[in-house]
Nanobody
Framework: QVQLVESGGGLVQAGGSLRLSCAAS????????RGWFRQVPGKEREFVAA????????DYADSVKGRFTISRDKAKNTVYLQMNSLKPEDTAVYYC???????????????WGQGTQVTVSS
């Protein structure tokens, strides 16, 4: 089992920045990919960004490319999502995920955090 705990969400004005953290514990050696997804009420959970734990390859949704940066700290077993130039449409619950495959599909990920709310005011 892998446990994921997100932190860093909150309320920010449009144009501002936030950094989300996702700390992992447990049997993390089998999870080679870490991802961030987000969800708003009434909509499906959508891909935001992902990183391969070993090589550090990254992938971003078009909607956040150039504004968000995903990174990892192997020593702390933590993944980060730096979010800059935030827009009201970025408002959502953000979820961290760990899985066996680097990808945009939710089915690639086996473990999920509890989510952290990000609210961007206009």
């Amino acid at each position: 089992q892998v446990q994921l705990v997100e932190s860093g969400g909150g309320l920010v004005q449009a144009g501002g920045s936030l950094r989300l953290s996702c700390a992992a514990s447990g049997r993390t050696f089998s999870s080679i990919a870490r991802g961030w997804f987000r969800q708003v009420p009434g909509k499906e959970r959508e891909f935001v960004a992902a990183i391969s734990w070993g090589g550090g390859s990254t992938d971003y949704a078009d909607s956040v490319k150039g504004r968000f940066t995903i990174s990892r700290d192997k020593a702390k077993n933590t993944v980060y999502l730096q979010m800059n130039s935030l827009k009201p449409e970025d408002t959502a619950v953000y979820y961290c995920a760990a899985g066996r495959l680097l990808g945009r599909d939710l089915r690639s990920y086996d473990y999920w955090g509890q989510g952290t709310q990000v609210t961007v005011s206009s």
